[in-house]
C-alpha cells in the first residue's frame, strides 16, 4: 500500500480503531479503553494501554506528614481504570456511536482520513468520583498528541500527581533528554542546568526505602531507546527509539523500570523486582518532595496539587 | 586503687586515674620526622588483639586481666572497629529512646529521687554487653626509658583499663581522647594491657544520639613516649585587632617533665618567612602575651590561610627533645550591636551540614579516606560548615577543617532527648543532666574534655553544648565553662528553647531545628535579642530536600540569619550481603531484626552510605553557591 500522499488508512475494526500509515500503525481498544498498540518501525511501543496515573510512591516526607493516609484514595484510582465512554471523530466527522458492527460494515479496507481524534474518558474509583479523559490526536503524518484532562470535583483528596502512564514491554537501554539535569520536582529544580542529557539504562535512585524517584520536570524532548522486543520473530538487537515532545509547554516524565505500586510494595532496593519493562510517566502535576521535616511537616503549599481544579498538558508521540 | 563495677552505676564516677585534657598539638624528635609525618614518639597499638564477648557483666571473665589468666579461648578482633560489626552481638538503630525500651525499666540514678542510685542498674544490666580485650606488646626502641602514655581516641562507652595485672583507670566520654600514664608498671617487653568495655554505663543517659547503638574501641589506640621535658598542653589565642588588619598572638605552654632546658618559638607564614621568634628558658608555664603581627592574612572558607608555628623543645644540653608543629589561623568572630554574627568584620553565613562519622562497612569506626573523600564533597558542593553532630570527632577532621576553610561548631558529647521527649511531646521528669547536682561534673567534663582538647582549631567557630538535652542548671554550668574560657568563639545550643526563661544564661545565638521559613521570618521580625540560626533543616531523609529556596531567601532579607547546618551529611546504612539476591546491599534500622526501632529514619543524608551523592545534591550546590 502507498503511504506517501500523508493519508492515514483507517481500519474501523469491529473492537479497534486501527490506524496505519507509512512505518507505523495503532490500534485503540475499545474493550481495553486505549491505545493497545504503537506500532512504529515495526516494533511495539506499549505492553498494555496508557492509563492515568494519580499516585506516586510515598517519599519518606509523605509518609511523615501522613499525606499517604490523607491521599489514599488515588491508590487505588491508580491501580484500577475504568474507562466510561470513548468518542471517535475522523476528519472532524463527530461519530454519535462507535462505528462498530454492523455500523462498520459500510467501510472497506480503502478508508483514508487527514486526521482522526479517540478519546477515552475514565471515571476515577474516589469518592467523590471525577473524570479524566485522554484525547489521541493523530494527524495526517501520524504524530499523536496527547492530551489528558483532569476534572477538578470538591471534595477530593489531596493528589500525588496527575499524568499518563505508558508500559513498555522490554527494558529500555536508556534515554536521551532535552531539559533539567539531575532528579528534579517543582521544588528542587533551582539547581538543575537546562542542557541535553544521556542517561544509561533505567536507574532507579536508591534511597534506602525504594520511593518516588527519578522525575525530570520541564522537558522539551524525550528520546527512548531500546533493543529487544516480545516479538518471536525479531531477533535483531539493534537500537531503536521513540521520541516525546513538548506540545504547548515543557512535559515532566520520570521513566523508570517500575511502577508507582512496585515501588511503593518494597521496602529495600533488592525487592524490587528483576528488571522487564519500562515505565514511562508523563506528568502534567508534580507534587513536591518537601524537605521542612519528616514528620509531620507537608511540602509547601505551592507546591501541591489542587485536585479541586481542572489540570490538562499535553505532549506529541512521533 | 582497685577497679569497682559500680563506677558505671554512678554518674559521679566518669573518669578515674585519667590523665588531664589537652591540646591534640604533635610532637616529633626532630623536623625529619616531621616532614615524614611519623613520630617515633608514637607506637600505634592498632591492629588485632585477643578479645572475648561476654552478653552481660555477669558473665564476664573478670580476671581476665592478671597475667596467669588462661587466654586460649580467646577469639580476636580488629582495633579499631565496632564490636557489633564482627557479629558478637545485634546492631541495633534507635533514635530517641533508649535501647533498652520495652526490655528493661530503667530512670537515671537521682531524676526521680535525689537519694535513688539506682545501683545496678548498668553494673548488672542483662543487656550491658562487655568486650574484654588483650593486648601484648613491647615497646619500640624510642620508648624505653621513658614516661609512657597510653592514648585512646574513642571507645565507647565505658572502660576499665589495667596494665601488667595492675589496674590503670577507668573512662567514660565516647568520643574524647582518654589518656593514662602507664610508667609506673610498664616493661620494655612482654607487655599485657588488658581493656574491659562496657556497652552500656550512666553515660548511656548523657550519649543517647540518634545513631545505630555500637561499642568497642572504635578510634585508635597509640602509646606515647614522653621526652624527659614535654610540651603538655598549649592553648592557642590568636586574636584579630579591632582595625581587623593585625594580629595579635597570645600563647600559654604547660610543661611536664623535668621541666628544664629552653625552648625556641618560631612562627612564619606560608613562604617561610619568620615572623616571631623566641628563645626562652622553660618552666612549667610559660605565656607569650599579645605579640602584635601587622597586616595578617586572615583565615576564612575562601582562603583559610595558615600560619606555622614551630616549637622546639630542649635540654639543658641544648639537645632537641621534641619538635612541636601546629597551623593556625586570625580569625575572628563576634555579634554585632545589630545582632549580626561577624567573621572578620564581614557578614558571617553558614552554608552547613550536620554530620555523623560513618562508614557504611566499619560503622563510626570511620577511616581517612572517608574524612577526606567528605572534604572534597564539602567543597564540590560549597558546604562551608559542618556541625560536628552530636560528638566530638576523629582528630584529624579538625586539622581538615583548618586546613580547607571549613567553619565547624564543635558539639560536645551530649544528648539525652530519651529523657524528656515522649512520643513527640515534651515530658521532662527524668531528665538528665537537667539540676541534678549528680549529673553536673559529668557533663562539665564533657565541656572541659572538648574544649582542652581542641581549643587550638581555627575553624572552630562555635561550641555547641549538645543536643537535644532540654535545659536546666547543669547545661548553664556548661555554657559558664566555655564562657570563662574562651573569649575567642560563640557558644551555641538549641535546647533552650524549651526554657526561655534561661535564654539569657545559654546561648549566644538563638538557635532552632526545622523551623518552617515562616516561623523563622517572624522572629527575625520582631526585633530579634539574638543572631539567629537552624542548628537542623532541610531534613534530607529519602527523596527531599524540596523548598530550600524559602529559607535561602530569609538570608537576603534578614541580616540577623546567618543560615544553618542541614541535617544531614550521610545516610546512617550499612553495607551487608544479601544472600537471596546476591547482592551487597544497604540496610537501615530494624533489618538486623532490632526492636525497639526507628527503622529508615537512620538515612538522612545528603549522601548514600556508600558515598554516592543524591540527587538532591544539586540543589545544595546552587543554593548554598548563592552566599558563599
Not at chain 1, 277 to 289: K, N
Not at chain 2, 14 to 20: A, D, G, K, M
Not at chain 2, 55 to 84: G, K, L, T
Not at chain 2, 483 to 510: A, Q
Request: aromatic residues 12%; hydrophobic residues 35%.
Amino acid at each position: 500500500m502507498d503511504y506517501t500522499n500523508n493519508q492515514l488508512h483507517i481500519i474501523y475494526g469491529d473492537a479497534t480503531f486501527g490506524v496505519n500509515g507509512k512505518d507505523f500503525q495503532y490500534i485503540f481498544s475499545y474493550e481495553r479503553g486505549g491505545l493497545e498498540s504503537l506500532k512504529v518501525h515495526g516494533k511495539e511501543w506499549l505492553y498494555r494501554v496508557p492509563t492515568p496515573t494519580f499516585w506516586r510512591a510515598t517519599t519518606d516526607n509523605d509518609r511523615g506528614s501522613g499525606f499517604n493516609l490523607k491521599a489514599a484514595q488515588w491508590l487505588g484510582a491508580d491501580m484500577f481504570t475504568k474507562c466510561t465512554d470513548i468518542h471517535l471523530k475522523v476528519d472532524g466527522h463527530d461519530f454519535a456511536e462507535l462505528p462498530i458492527a454492523p455500523f462498520n460494515n459500510k467501510f472497506s479496507n480503502h478508508e483514508y482520513a487527514k486526521s482522526a481524534e479517540i478519546s477515552f474518558t475514565y471515571q476515577t474509583l474516589t469518592t467523590p468520583a471525577t473524570n479524566a479523559k485522554i484525547i489521541y490526536n493523530i494527524d495526517d503524518v501520524g504524530h499523536i498528541k496527547v492530551t489528558m484532562r483532569y476534572y477538578g470535583k470538591k471534595g477530593l483528596p489531596p493528589l500525588p500527581v496527575i499524568g499518563i502512564r505508558l508500559i513498555m514491554p522490554t527494558a529500555a537501554t536508556g534515554f536521551d533528554y532535552e531539559g533539567l539535569s539531575g532528579e528534579t520536582y517543582p521544588d528542587r529544580m533551582a539547581g538543575a542546568k537546562e542542557g541535553k542529557f544521556h542517561i544509561d539504562g533505567l536507574p532507579v535512585t536508591e534511597y534506602l526505602v525504594p520511593q518516588e524517584n527519578g522525575m525530570h520536570m520541564q522537558t522539551k524532548k524525550l528520546t527512548i531507546n531500546r533493543e529487544t522486543t516480545q516479538n518471536n520473530v525479531d531477533r535483531t538487537n539493534e537500537k531503536f527509539s521513540l521520541s516525546i515532545q513538548q506540545a504547548e509547554k515543557p512535559f515532566n516524565f520520570s521513566c523508570l523500570p517500575y511502577t508507582a505500586e512496585e515501588l511503593e510494595n518494597a521496602t529495600h532496593i533488592e525487592e524490587l523486582p528483576l528488571v522487564r519493562r519500562t515505565v514511562l510517566v508523563i506528568a502534567g502535576a508534580v507534587r513536591g518532595v518537601g524537605g521542612i521535616d519528616s514528620w509531620g511537616t507537608d511540602v509547601e503549599s505551592a507546591y501541591h496539587i489542587n485536585p479541586e481544579l481542572d489540570h490538562e498538558f499535553s505532549f506529541i508521540l512521533n | 586503687m582497685q577497679a569497682n563495677i559500680n563506677w558505671l552505676d554512678n554518674p559521679e564516677v566518669f573518669r578515674v586515674n585519667q590523665l588531664p585534657a589537652h591540646s591534640d598539638h604533635p610532637f616529633f624528635r626532630d623536623y625529619r620526622e616531621w616532614q615524614k609525618q611519623h613520630s617515633s614518639y608514637q607506637q600505634s597499638l592498632n591492629g588485632k588483639w585477643k578479645f572475648h564477648f561476654s552478653a552481660n557483666p555477669m558473665d564476664r571473665p573478670q580476671d581476665f586481666y592478671q597475667r596467669d589468666f588462661d587466654s586460649s579461648n580467646f577469639d580476636s578482633i580488629p582495633v579499631p572497629s565496632e564490636i557489633e560489626l564482627s557479629n558478637y552481638t545485634q546492631n541495633q538503630y534507635i533514635n530517641v529512646l533508649f535501647p533498652w525500651e520495652g526490655k528493661i525499666f530503667r530512670r537515671p540514678a537521682y531524676a526521680l529521687d535525689p537519694n535513688d542510685h539506682e545501683e545496678g542498674s548498668f553494673s548488672k544490666g542483662a543487656d550491658n554487653t562487655v568486650g574484654s580485650y588483650l593486648k601484648r606488646f613491647d615497646l619500640s626502641s624510642a620508648l624505653i626509658g621513658k614516661d609512657v602514655h597510653i592514648k585512646f581516641e574513642g571507645v565507647e562507652q565505658a572502660m576499665y583499663v589495667w596494665l601488667n595485672g595492675h589496674f590503670v583507670g577507668y573512662a567514660e566520654d565516647s568520643f574524647t581522647p582518654s589518656e593514662f600514664d602507664l610508667t609506673p608498671y610498664i616493661q620494655d617487653k612482654d607487655n599485657l594491657l588488658a581493656v574491659e568495655v562496657f556497652k552500656h554505663s550512666t553515660a548511656s543517659w548523657l550519649e543517647d544520639q540518634d545513631m545505630f547503638r555500637f561499642s568497642g574501641i572504635f578510634r585508635s589506640v597509640e602509646l606515647l613516649g614522653i621526652p624527659a621535658t614535654h610540651l603538655m598542653d598549649m592553648d592557642l589565642k590568636p586574636r584579630v585587632a579591632d582595625n581587623y588588619q593585625d594580629g595579635i598572638f597570645n600563647l600559654k605552654l604547660h610543661f611536664i617533665g623535668k621541666k628544664a632546658g629552653s625552648f625556641h618559638l618560631l612562627v612564619k607564614d606560608i613562604k617561610g618567612h619568620t615572623l616571631l621568634e623566641k628563645n626562652e628558658d622553660i618552666k612549667e608555664n610559660v605565656q607569650i602575651n599579645n605579640e602584635k603581627f601587622e597586616n595578617v592574612h586572615l583565615w576564612n572558607n575562601h582562603d583559610p590561610y595558615l600560619y606555622q608555628l614551630l616549637i622546639e623543645v630542649y635540654d639543658e644540653q641544648q639537645n632537641l627533645l621534641e619538635l612541636i608543629p601546629f597551623q593556625f589561623g586570625f580569625r575572628r568572630i563576634e555579634i554585632s550591636p545589630e545582632k549580626v554574627v561577624l567573621l572578620n568584620g564581614k557578614r558571617l553565613i553558614i552554608n552547613g551540614v550536620n554530620r555523623h562519622e560513618w562508614d557504611a562497612k566499619r560503622g563510626r569506626s570511620i577511616t581517612m579516606s572517608d574524612m577526606t573523600t567528605d572534604i572534597n564533597t564539602f567543597k564540590e558542593n560549597n558546604i562551608n560548615a559542618v556541625r560536628t553532630c552530636h560528638y566530638p570527632n576523629q582528630i584529624p577532621w579538625y586539622y581538615l577543617c583548618d586546613q580547607n576553610g571549613i567553619y565547624v561548631m564543635a558539639e560536645n558529647n551530649l544528648e539525652s532527648h530519651g529523657t524528656w521527649q515522649k512520643m513527640g511531646k515534651i515530658e521532662p521528669s527524668d531528665n538528665v543532666p537537667g539540676s541534678i547536682p549528680q549529673w553536673k561534673e559529668a557533663v562539665i567534663d564533657r565541656a572541659r574534655n572538648n574544649y582542652e582538647t581542641f581549643k587550638n582549631h581555627t575553624s572552630i567557630l562555635f561550641w555547641s553544648l549538645g543536643n537535644e538535652s532540654y535545659a536546666g542548671d547543669n547545661i548553664i554550668a556548661m555554657n559558664e565553662f566555655y564562657k570563662s574560657h574562651d573569649d575567642t568563639r560563640l557558644v551555641h545550643y538549641e535546647g533552650v528553647v524549651h526554657r526561655p526563661e534561661l535564654k539569657d544564661k545559654i546561648s549566644d545565638v538563638e538557635s532552632c531545628m526545622y523551623l518552617p521559613p515562616k516561623k523563622v521570618e517572624e522572629y527575625l521580625q520582631n526585633d530579634p535579642p539574638k543572631p539567629f540560626m537552624e542548628c537542623e533543616y532541610m531534613h534530607d531523609m529519602g527523596n527531599s530536600d524540596g523548598g530550600m529556596g524559602s529559607y535561602i531567601k530569609l538570608l537576603d532579607k534578614y541580616p540577623q540569619y546567618f543560615g544553618g547546618f542541614i541535617w544531614d551529611f550521610i545516610d546512617q546504612a550499612l553495607l551487608v550481603h544479601d544472600e537471596i539476591s546476591g547482592h551487597d546491599v544497604l540496610r537501615y534500622g530494624g533489618d538486623f531484626d532490632d526492636r525497639h526501632s526507628d527503622y529508615e529514619f537512620s538515612g538522612d543524608g545528603l549522601m548514600f552510605a556508600d558515598r554516592t551523592p543524591k540527587p538532591a545534591m544539586q540543589e545544595v550546590r546552587y543554593y548554598y553557591g548563592l552566599h558563599k
